[in-house]
């Protein structure tokens, strides 16, 4: 078995609000209201926003990724997210919300990618290093706090 096919990546974002206002924000929906070029296709949700069992779409430079929403833990403010795309990748991915300090929340994330196309196994590696990684969670960090505080996307 290729090691390599399975990659592991973990960061933890400070996050300026309580963790029940953020949880809300983990959303196809909702994301499109503080996160720049965020766009999605919803194929399926009862209530319209994330619940379990959820399915939507995104597009990107790699194809088009399907999403299920596999847990959503409203109580503990914990949410999974599985997207692959067909034949090529599937990714778990993993946020968990704690109470930090003062007004702040913790925002604990993991991503579990596992390679199925051989071919990609390279480059899905050397696209996904924790400097890459990291420099994408800060991001999606600093457009939701700026959100929070000031109502609208940073651009």
């Known amino acids: 078995m290729n090691e390599k096919k399975r990659l592991v990546r973990e960061y933890r974002q400070v996050l300026c609000g309580r963790k029940e206002q953020i949880f809300k924000l983990l959303c196809p929906v909702r994301e499109k209201e503080w996160l ?3 766009d999605y296709t919803m194929i399926y949700s009862e209530s319209g ?25 409203i109580d503990n403010c914990e949410i999974q997210f599985v997207k692959f795309v067909y034949d090529k990748l599937v990714v778990i991915i993993d946020l968990n919300l704690f ?20 071919a990609l196994v390279e480059k899905i590696n050397r696209e996904n290093t924790q400097e890459v990684f990291e420099k994408h969670m800060k991001l999606w960090e600093n457009s939701i ?5 000031n109502g609208e996307i940073l651009k």
């Open 99 to 118: 109470d930090g300090d003062n007004c702040e929340s913790y925002c604990d994330i993991k991503y579990t990618f596992t390679i199925i196309d051989e």
């Open 36 to 38: 720049s070029g965020w």
């Open 145 to 149: 706090n700026f959100f929070i505080e």
């Open 49 to 73: 926003f994330a619940e379990k069992g959820c399915v939507f779409e995104t597009d990107n430079d790699f194809g088009k990724y399907q999403w299920i929403i596999t847990k959503h833990d």
